[in-house]
């Protein structure tokens, strides 16, 4: 059996929360693997899934043909910070339901040719889309000090972001700094040793910062949430899991002002997290927090 593109963290949570009704129009505007949209799928649900990486819509494709023969589905290549753009251009519209999942897929992570895991020795890349002409490599090797120490505190929320990014310059003096796993090293020669306690590889929040930068994550979720809510038909409900704090504040933020102004109703007054069988059973979900809001009637 081939493996799994990617496991989805909090699907069934996810499926309750948009409330898939058969024949029911609904996006999966970050398709990954496809784990949230078969359970569309297979509630009754017509799907439109979009995703910027090729490699994710192919085995998206792959997983739908096998496991959803006669289900009405449509996949496309695009950035969802173009949802709106996107829904129209493919008479998709409006929708019973919106779905993000943030972050990184499995196959992403486990992958060394794509540069996104610090424990892999493969490029330093980090691009979800090829289309993209900045890696992650130009970033490390070409801005200055400061410039890197903004990426690393802003996007990575990283309290040593000045001494790691004077110990990157100084490391691509000698020689430019060209793998995942090197850059990985270079931060964990320049951080504190880590805590008794702490479990979070010392290169994690950098990774993460450097990840966002590439593919203007956080621009583009705050470009697209308005999108969403747009394109949903009253009653439509929009469902967010995000990984990290800033997009979880991302999140928060958009549906407490969209609740303030009644154009929303939270469904989610604390975000909702994995159980503790679901971290066991898959320990990347361990971050996971799903918001969940619907789109109230117009006055």
């Known amino acids: ?43 009754g649900g017509i799907l439109l899934g979009i995703d910027c990486d090729p490699e994710a819509i192919a085995a998206a494709r792959r997983r739908l043909s096998s496991a959803c023969p006669g289900a009405s589905w449509r996949l496309v290549r695009g950035n969802f910070g ?5 829904a129209l251009k493919n008479d998709f519209f409006p929708v019973a339901g919106v779905l993000f999942d943030l972050g990184v897929s499995s196959h992403q992570l486990e992958t060394d040719y794509r540069g996104f895991s610090f424990n892999l020795k493969g490029p330093l890349d980090m691009r979800m889309s090829p289309d993209l002409k900045v890696t992650a490599a130009d970033l ?16 990575g929320e990283e309290k040593f972001s000045r001494r790691i990014a004077r110990a990157i310059c100084r490391a691509r003096q000698l020689a430019p700094i060209k793998t995942a796993d090197e850059l990985a090293e270079i931060i964990l020669r320049a951080r504190p040793r880590r805590g008794k306690f702490d479990r979070t590889h010392p290169a994690t929040r950098c990774f993460q910062a450097l990840r966002i930068a590439v593919n203007d994550e956080l621009n583009n979720l705050k470009k697209a949430l308005p999108q969403a ?53 898959n320990p990347r979900s361990r971050s996971g927090k799903l918001r969940a809001g619907e789109k109230n009637e117009k006055k």
């Not at 173009?82 to 996107?86: F, G, Y």
């Not at 070409?142 to 120490?149: R, T």
């Not at 102004?261 to 066991?280: D, H, N, S, V, Y």
Request: hydrophobic residues 40%; proline residues 4%.
């Open 82 to 86: 173009d949802l709106k753009e996107i």
């Open 1 to 43: 059996m081939p493996k799994l593109f990617h496991k989805p963290v909090l699907l069934k949570e996810a499926i309750e929360f948009l409330a898939v009704k058969s024949g029911e129009k609904y996006i999966d505007a970050t398709l990954g693997g496809g784990g949230h949209s078969e359970a569309i799928l297979k509630s």
């Open 229 to 281: 809510l747009e394109i949903l038909k009253p009653g439509g409900r929009l469902v967010v899991l995000s990984f990290h704090s800033l997009e979880d504040r991302a999140v928060k933020n958009f549906l407490k002002e969209k609740a303030e102004k009644g154009e929303i109703k939270i469904l989610t007054k604390k975000p909702i997290r994995p159980t503790e069988a679901e971290i066991k059973e």
């Open 140 to 155: 490390i090797n070409c801005l200055g000090e400061h410039e890197l120490a903004e990426i690393f505190f802003k996007f």
